[in-house]
């Protein structure tokens, strides 16, 4: 699943050796391998050749520039869900009929830079989205696609944080609704409604609650003689983290395929974890190791504004020693891996087995690449950490760590303060 592996006692990325990385650049960073992010692009994409789908990158995964120009350069596009998101896919060089635009809160100025970019169409959520999205479009004289993105009501064994298609979730639009919209499209003169939408939620390890969602939708289409041009199935494919079992592509592939059978719409699918996921580790040194009262703690300089999953969702990250200790006979503690940060909630790992770290050892947080640099933040006034990738055997800077002078440089003290 992924090409970070131990060669000895050394874990490497690629045919490079994580530590001597570690050793050259300034702790926390990211590290990605990009033999892996390519990897999982073209397995989605071969499972699903047959049905030569558009594979729309999920950007909120992660929007590096690098991450993107590498997929685009392959041939996918990009699922937005914002106006910076639109910027950083055309500073990506995707081309804008391979964009795709979701959201529940599209601002107007938002809409209006997308319709000027030429995007392939929007993925609305409600009516009144649809009504502004046509005002706009008739007054910049455009007529402009849409997909509607149907609500399901199909709930996945995931975090409820990312389960996204059920009634009690903000997203998407009911069938009773979408058959009104449908029925009366004549009322909006500058959007064309020539797509179905539907993404259930993140993280989904089986193929089960996809195919109760598409047949739902097919059966919509089929009850109302709809003729549309595209079926998005969205994203939400699950990774390995711990001991999961998640379905490969080709098993997807084969769970999907048979539905749609000869129709005649083309399917766009919206990976994001899936393509990105395993291809990350987030690298942190040991500052100190702490014996407490009830339990045993390492305390690393990477924080929960690094990787903030495991204290939102109670996400599960393997956490290895990016060198194993010599000595075998050593007997593995039970350690909390934890941060810097003024939060119980600052935590990477509870009660792991690891071989006593010393004090500037470094730990590989695995499984880091989707949602790890792209939910970080600056809280506890820490800089942004650098981004690094391993291509073709040699390692290159995708980002530049933040300094303290970044931490306020957009900030202003009124001069009656001063």
């Given at each position: ?62 929007s590096n520039l690098a991450i993107l ?46 319709i000027k970019a030429n995007i392939l169409f929007f993925n609305v ?294």
């Amino acid at each position: 699943m992924h090409e970070f592996r131990y060669k000895g006692n050394e874990l490497y990325c690629e045919n490079v050796r994580v530590r001597d990385v570690a050793d050259e650049v300034k702790t926390p960073f990211y590290l990605y391998s990009y033999k892996t992010l390519i990897d999982h692009y073209r397995k989605l994409k071969d499972a699903f050749k047959s049905a030569e789908p558009l594979i729309c990158f999920s950007m909120k995964a992660n929007s590096n520039l690098a991450i993107l120009k590498a997929l685009v350069k392959e041939g996918a596009g990009l699922d937005i869900v914002s106006g910076g998101e639109l910027y950083k896919a055309r500073k990506a060089g995707v081309e804008p009929q391979k964009i795709v635009y979701a959201g529940v809160g599209k601002k107007e100025e938002e809409i209006v830079e997308a319709i000027k970019a030429n995007i392939l169409f929007f993925n609305v959520e409600s009516e009144s989205e649809l009504k502004l999205i046509n005002r706009v479009a008739s007054r910049k004289g455009r007529v402009v696609n849409i997909a509607l993105r149907i609500n399901p009501d199909i709930k996945p064994k995931t975090h409820d944080y990312i389960t996204t298609g059920t009634k009690t979730t903000k997203f998407g639009i009911s069938f009773d609704d979408a058959r009104i919209i449908f029925q009366r499209q004549n009322k909006y003169g500058n959007v064309l409604i020539n797509g179905l939408h539907v993404h259930i939620g993140s993280q989904i390890t089986e193929s089960k609650p996809f195919v109760a969602a598409i047949k739902r939708i097919l059966n919509f289409i089929d009850t109302n003689a709809l003729n549309i041009k595209w079926l998005n199935i969205g994203g939400g494919l699950g990774i390995i983290y711990a001991d999961e079992k998640p379905q490969t592509a080709e098993e997807f592939a084969r769970a999907v395929l048979p539905l749609i059978g000869e129709r005649k719409f083309r399917l766009i699918l919206e990976p994001g974890r899936f393509i990105v996921g395993n291809s990350g580790i987030l690298v942190t040194k040991v500052l100190y190791t702490k014996k407490g009262a009830n339990k045993d703690f390492v305390i690393v300089d990477a924080g929960m504004n690094d990787l903030i999953r495991p204290s939102i969702y109670g996400a599960y990250h393997e956490i290895l020693s990016v060198t194993k200790p010599i000595t075998y006979n050593l007997k593995p503690k039970t350690y909390d891996i934890v941060g810097p940060i003024c939060e119980s909630g600052d935590f990477f790992g509870k009660n792991r087995k690891l071989n006593e770290p010393a004090q500037g050892d470094f730990l590989a947080i695995m499984g880091a690449g989707a949602y790890g640099f792209s939910m970080s933040s600056n809280y506890n006034a820490r800089p942004r950490v650098a981004e690094f990738m391993i291509i073709k055997g040699k390692l290159h800077k995708i980002r530049q760590a933040e300094n303290y002078s970044d931490l306020v440089k957009k900030e202003i003290i009124p001069s009656v303060l001063r």
